[in-house]
């Protein structure tokens, strides 16, 4: 007998934070070295801005995350009560309005009626929170995991390239660090298409065409100014 298909949606909370984390720290980090790099800064004043820049991306990216998912959790408990309210004052047109859904997805009217009632026997507010609102367990919004996620996972990938200006000399910090953020970004991009069991070549041409693009504006604007600091 064929195993069941291991599915990856249940991932898909934590992962985009993560993933949005790891890939803006490493940009973000990365750019704003070579961007002060471009400007004639000392190692010094290079190693101070990346440092700092990790620890505001970090701190910015936990507060981002933890505002923008709890207000998509009060949109989701507020749907949740107005649902609690409609089952209290008219529970049959509820029903009837469940195995309309069903009806929609395929199922004849006598069978839809009957798994409409099934289910909300069993639990009404879930059964009309999943196939009427669209929320259910696997993407109920939790603000705290997407809070740490993003935090963790930025300064993790805003480490990488601080470690690079301690590495390497100063004639040759700005190719080796454009190339090993390419680096870093496309094993992330490889890493993120198979935990989620995407095809990893669109991911890693995709993180590597951006982060190429951020560093070479940001070294642009950078070569703008001759500050020998």
Same mark, same amino acid.
């Not at 990790?54 to 998509?72: D, K, L, P």
């Not at 009060?74 to 509820?94: G, I, K, V």
């Given at each position: 007998? $064929?195993?069941?298909a ?5 991932r898909?909370?934590?992962l ?14 990365? *750019? ?10 000392s190692m010094?004043t290079?190693?101070?801005?990346g440092?700092?820049g990790?620890?505001?991306?970090a ?10 998912? *709890?207000?998509?959790a ?26 309309a859904i ?27 929170s999943?196939d ?33 200006? /301690?590495?390497?000399?100063?004639e040759?910090?700005?190719?080796? /660090?454009a ?8 094993l ?5 298409a $198979?935990?989620g ?6 991911a890693?041409a ?20 001759d500050?020998?600091?």
């Amino acid at each position: 007998m $064929k195993p069941p298909a291991t599915h990856r949606s249940h991932r898909s909370g934590w992962l985009r934070a993560a993933v949005l984390g790891a890939n803006d720290g490493i940009v973000s980090t990365g *750019s704003l070295i070579l961007g002060v790099a471009s400007a004639g800064g000392s190692m010094d004043t290079i190693l101070i801005a990346g440092t700092a820049g990790a620890v505001a991306g970090a701190m910015s990216m936990a507060a981002g995350e933890y505002v923008s998912v *709890s207000s998509q959790a009060d949109t989701q408990r507020a749907d949740l009560a107005l649902e609690r309210r409609e089952h209290a004052e008219d529970p049959d047109y509820e029903h009837a309005e469940l195995a309309a859904i069903y009806v929609r997805r395929g199922l004849e009217p006598e069978l839809a009626d009957e798994v409409a009632g099934q289910l909300m026997r069993h639990d009404a507010i879930a059964a009309h929170s999943r196939d009427e609102i669209g929320i259910s367990t696997t993407l109920a919004a939790r603000p705290i995991q997407a809070a740490l996620a993003s935090a963790v996972t930025f300064a993790t990938g805003a480490a990488l390239p601080l470690l690079m200006v /301690l590495i390497w000399p100063r004639e040759w910090l700005a190719p080796a /660090l454009a190339l090993s953020v390419l680096l870093f970004l496309g094993l992330l991009g490889y890493l993120a298409a $198979k935990a989620g069991g995407a095809p990893p070549a669109r991911a890693v041409a995709r993180v590597m065409f951006w982060g190429g693009l951020a560093m070479t504006v940001t070294m642009a604007v950078g070569s703008l100014f001759d500050v020998a600091v």
